[in-house]
């Protein structure tokens, strides 16, 4: 693992989004979608849910929890929502700005000035634009959850924004991390979440972007 990766925090945030199929769950079997690396407290939260539905909507479902890239990229993972061959998905902003651009907005740097600045705004303000963003395209908004500021990493420090000028950095999905780093002048190279750390060890990339548990998941820090 990259040992000397120093993080340096931008002010925009990310939100993980629960997806529904725009449907009603007769079936059995109840797909679950998601990207969950390794193991620790995210993890143990898809089991308990999974339990939690089994045990409370009905004695005849079971929940099939496709959390380890089973699926794919979340833009995969998008698709195979609105298809119905999944019923259930936990994605990031940027896996969903894939098939709502508008959600892009999001990721803006420095959109919010603090974490009750931000609650306040999605939830009075935003979040009924947002579900019915998700009932165009067949999908049905349940909740978000926060999941901190999103950050920028580089195997060497970055003290101010021209220090990754010219340097190969990872873009999440979507054209919001890709834009930022673009107007930053790095080289960008635009890749799914679990290419990241064999890229690093490679030297494919030199740093990236991405969420706070992530970062904290696979030990980007190490």
């Not at 298809?83 to 919010?112: N, W």
Request: net charge negative.
């Amino acid at each position: 693992m990259c040992r000397k990766i120093i993080l340096s925090k931008v002010s925009f945030i990310l939100f993980f989004l629960i997806l529904s199929a725009h449907q009603k769950v007769y079936a059995e079997i109840i797909n679950f979608v998601s990207l969950v690396p390794g193991e620790g407290q995210l993890r143990d939260k898809f089991i308990a849910t999974k339990k939690n539905i089994e045990e409370n909507w009905s004695e005849n479902i079971e929940v099939n929890l496709l959390i380890d890239g089973q699926v794919g990229t979340e833009e995969s993972m998008v698709s195979t929502v609105r298809r119905g061959r999944a019923q259930l998905s936990l994605l990031t902003v940027a896996g969903t700005s894939v098939a709502i651009p508008e959600m892009g907005l999001l990721m803006a740097p420095f959109l919010f000035d603090s974490f009750e600045e931000a609650d306040f705004v999605m939830d009075n303000f935003l979040k009924n634009k947002i579900i019915k963003l998700f009932d165009l395209k067949g999908l049905h908004f349940i909740q978000w959850i926060c999941s901190g500021w999103f950050n920028i990493f580089s195997v060497s420090p970055i003290k101010i924004p021209e220090d990754i000028e010219n340097v190969r950095m990872r873009a999440s999905g979507g054209p919001a991390s890709r834009v930022f780093l673009q107007e930053l002048n790095s080289d960008v190279n635009q890749l799914p979440f679990s290419d990241l750390v064999p890229s690093l060890q490679t030297g494919l990339v030199k740093g990236g972007v991405t969420n706070t548990p992530m970062y904290r998941t696979v030990g980007l820090y190490e």
